[in-house]
């Protein structure tokens, strides 16, 4: 069975940092394009980043120079690095991947930005 299991979500200010981090067990993760979605209260969920199994990233443009995909294939884990959050950055964050053509979530973690 595959799992992924978010953590590090939390209340910050704006202008501060959060890192999150996704555990993935249940499949070969080296393999594998992991994303990083969030969803906020009313809105639709959205992409935020991407890496390939190879580490080739991508960012939607309003986190581009903010935030930061990363993995370490030796641990199982995708990380997501969040600086100078702001207040629309607030949401449920989730990682994903796709593995056989089968859609697989984290819980998510909630990412506050407010002062």
């Known amino acids: 069975q595959v799992q992924l299991v978010e953590s590090g979500g939390g209340l910050v200010q704006p202008g501060g940092s959060l890192r999150l981090s996704c555990v993935v067990s249940g499949t070969i993760f080296r393999l594998y394009t992991m994303g990083w979605y969030r969803q906020a209260p009313g809105k639709q969920r959205e992409l935020v980043a991407r890496i390939t199994g190879g580490g080739i990233t991508n960012y939607v443009d309003f986190v581009k120079g903010r935030f930061t995909i990363s993995r370490d294939n030796a641990k199982n884990t995708v990380f997501l690095q969040m600086n100078s959050l702001k207040p629309e950055d607030t949401a449920v964050y989730s990682c994903?991947?796709?593995?056989?053509?089968?859609?697989?979530w984290g819980q998510g973690t909630q990412v506050t930005v407010s002062s």
């Open positions: 994903h991947t796709n593995v056989n053509w089968v859609d697989y």
